[in-house]
């Protein structure tokens, strides 16, 4: 559905994107995660038909999204990162105005206004002044916009940017129920986990390369490379401490984080028997033990991993 091919773009010397291959299949949600400056926008633009790609290609239902062809329009609803409002206008009235833009029928326009309002539990309003709405009642309005010619691909650049929490969970709500419309998604943010519970696909971006793509689980596992284990012990600090000097020279342990009475450490061989066997060890060193599992890294740590990892290959 959504395609990128060897997207490279300058910005004059600038190499905003950088070889970027993307494919987003029809009816997924892909959230597009990175740092500001990732060139996250700039992807956007391109897809949006809105810049033109220095190198590579990008396409929309098979439509090159370079092309200007008319069609697109259709297909693709986009909401900006930052969209004005025009002053003195209400709700409707300006949501009535990008109907024409579409060239919706007069005599459909109230209809489809409502619908949109619908969608975005919007209704209330309606009669509201744009430049009176707060953030999140703007965003809601600007989300009821994109979607008035009812286009089967919407794209979002930051649509929670700057959202208290309860309208970021509001709008995570209404992608997803895009989604069941039967819409593809293509959603930017520069926080990983905004995203990771809805998406059937993420794309991790970072000065313009695409560092890790697929569904969530699979970036969290390529990522993952540490077996980390915590041990909360209940006995002398000071027995645990030093069998844990023991088992670092003996490399059967490495990065150890000594907190008294809580230990977190890395299996350096990855295999779960070595961290049973660690556990006997401690046992049999007469430490009692309060308890001992498995540290799972969270979205976080892996989004600061496979950032990190590409700042160090520089
Ligand atoms: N019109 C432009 N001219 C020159 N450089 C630009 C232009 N637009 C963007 N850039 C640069 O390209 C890089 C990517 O910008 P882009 O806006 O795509 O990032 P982003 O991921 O959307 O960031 P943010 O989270 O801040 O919105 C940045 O370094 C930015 O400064
Ligand atoms: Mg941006």
Redesign the pocket.
């Known amino acids: 559905m959504i395609e990128c091919h060897n997207l490279t773009?300058y910005?004059?010397k600038?190499k905003?994107?950088d070889d970027l291959n993307l494919s987003i299949a029809e009816g997924e949600i892909f959230g597009f995660i990175?740092?500001?400056?990732?060139?996250?926008?700039?992807?956007?633009?391109v897809l949006t038909g809105l810049l033109q790609p220095t190198k590579g290609s990008a396409t929309i239902n098979g439509l090159d999204c370079a092309s200007g062809a008319k069609e697109l329009r259709y297909q693709v609803g986009y909401m900006p990162?930052n969209f004005g409002v025009y002053e003195g206008l209400k709700v409707w009235e300006y949501l009535d105005f990008f109907c024409a833009a579409y060239k919706i029928p007069k005599k459909e326009r109230t209809e489809c206004i409502d619908r949109v309002l619908d969608i975005t539990s919007s209704g209330r309003i309606k009669d509201f002044y744009m430049e009176a709405l707060s953030k999140g009642m703007k965003q809601k309005a600007g989300l009821a916009k994109t979607l008035l010619h009812d286009p089967a691909v919407v794209i979002l650049?930051?649509p929670s940017?700057g959202l208290d929490p309860r309208a970021r969970i509001e709008m995570r709500e209404l992608i997803k129920k895009l989604k069941e419309m039967g819409k593809t998604i293509m959603v930017?943010s520069?926080i990983l986990t905004e995203l990771a519970e809805i998406s059937d696909q993420i794309g991790i971006?970072e000065?313009?390369v695409l560092l890790a793509s697929g569904k969530v689980s699979e970036v969290m596992g390529e990522f993952r490379q540490e077996l980390r284990y915590e041990v909360e012990i209940l006995s002398d600090s000071k027995r645990a401490s030093k069998a844990m000097s023991l088992f670092t020279e003996k490399g059967m342990v490495g990065d150890v984080e000594d907190l008294g009475s809580l230990f977190s450490f890395v299996i350096p061989s990855g295999e779960e028997k070595d961290a049973a066997k660690i556990l006997e060890l401690l046992i049999k060193n007469k430490i009692i033990i309060k308890s001992y599992r498995p540290v799972e890294s969270d979205l976080e740590d892996v989004f600061l991993k496979v950032t990190n990892q590409h700042g160090n290959e520089e």
């Open positions: 773009k910005y004059d600038f905003a994107l990175g740092p500001n400056g990732a060139g996250k926008s700039t992807t956007i633009k990162d650049d930051e940017s930017s520069h971006i000065k313009g």
